[in-house]
Each structure stands twice: as C-alpha cells, then as structure tokens.
C-alpha cells in the first residue's frame, strides 16, 4: 500500500438527533482516484466539508496529508483543491481572466499568474477559449475551467463532487479522462463525489458505496473486467445493501412505535 494521504478515523457528524455520518473509517492513497458513491443524502458531502475543515466532526478525525483538519483547516487547504458542484466566476471576465485573478489572489506575481493561466487553461483543454467571456461557455466548460481554478496552487488533492452534473455524455467522458490522465501525469490524490453508478466506475479505482450517513463496502473498479459486468455487479450490491438498511431501519421503526 502507498503514502495514506487521506484517512477518516471513525468519522461522525451529528445535527441534533440526525446522524449524517455515522462512523466512517477510509483511507486513500497518494496518486489514487477514489468514488464516492451513494444517492443524494447519504453523507458524502457533509464528509467532504469535514475534509475541508469547514466543519467539525461530532467525533473521529480526519487527517490529510497528516495534518488534523480541524485543529489545522487553513494548512489543509493549501493542500487540497476543491471543485463544488455550483460554480461560480465573474461571467463578464474571460476564463484566462478569471484564472489570473485567482492566481493573484495566491500570492502569484503579475507574469506568474499570466503565465500559470495560460498553462492551465491549456492542459484542461481550453486553449482557444482564452477570450471568450465566462458567461457563455458550456457547462462542460465551465467545469473544465474549475477544474484550472483549483489546480492553481497546486493541490495535493482534488476533491470533485458531483462534476459532470449537467453535462452532456460526451462532454462527462472527455472529463472523465481528463482527470485520469491528470492524475496519472502529476500524481494528484483525486475524490470523485457522484450518485452516478457508470460515471464512478469509469473515473475511480476503488469505490465506497455510501448510503443513510454510512461507508457501506469499499471496491476495486477493475478497468480490465468488461464493462457490462462490472456495472451489474456494483450495481447488485450497491442495491442489496441499501435494502438492508433499509430493512434495518424498518425493525429499529417498528420497535421505537412498540414502546
């Protein structure tokens, strides 16, 4: 096993009497891409908020890079790039000026920040889009341009959650191997927060399946294995065991109303 450069220990998150997530443990290696699978609602937000530091576990801990996201959030952001499913950038500037004023903002010098733009705007695939205002791309575009945006200082770890939402299918497979091949070139750490089954599989090497707050299972996403066949067989278990604790949760129900 390589360098754990994310690792959830027990990981609890409680509103009052909800349990968001209910005592996760997970570790995931440098340079691996990781799903996050599960329906809307079944924690994987709310445990990427707690990655970032932005809020603070109930109980367990979170621990990137080695660092303690809740005692030490602003060290941990410098660490990872986040790419959230509602963008938001000044639709009246350009995509390379929208790249650039990020890049000041992180301490880049004028012709640093230039320079990395341009750069970036390249390697996401928006080369001749430099002059064209945000507020008429596409939203495949506007996600490849996110995805620029969070590369700027150099993350350790990309965390994506939901990105292909409102894309079209060709547009989600050229994102899709536009984060294979840049983990694959730069060794980047990659979270793919998604509720789609087919999407998740394609992009990540491993999966965790999550529903009603909890890591149910954790699987290796076999590119080699034919496709059919693994999306069955992700599929069959994600189902059995969402009725399980669905089945679960009925018995608790039924006795709660007995007393």
Sequence with gaps: MGEQVIVLTDLTKKY????????????????????????????????????????????????????????????????????????????????????????????FSRKEAEEKAKELMRRVGLAEQVNKKTGKYSRGMRQRLGLADVLIKNPEIIILDEPTSGIDPAGIQEFIELIRNLSRVHSFTVLFSSHNLDQVQKACDRVGLFNHGKLLAQLEANKKAPSERKTSGLMAKLEALQKEQERLQKERQERMNKK
């Design 16 to 107: 009052g009497n909800f349990t968001a997530v209910d005592h996760i443990s997970l570790s995931i290696c440098k340079g691996e891409i990781f799903g996050l699978l599960g329906p809307n609602g079944a924690g994987k937000s709310t445990t990427i908020l707690m990655m970032l530091g932005l809020t603070e576990p109930t109980s367990g801990k979170v621990e990137i890079c080695g660092i303690d996201s809740t005692t030490n959030p602003i060290e941990v952001k410098r660490k990872i790039g986040y790419l959230p499913e509602d963008l938001g950038f000044y639709d009246d500037m350009t995509g390379l000026e929208n790249l650039i004023y990020t890049a000041l903002l992180n301490g």
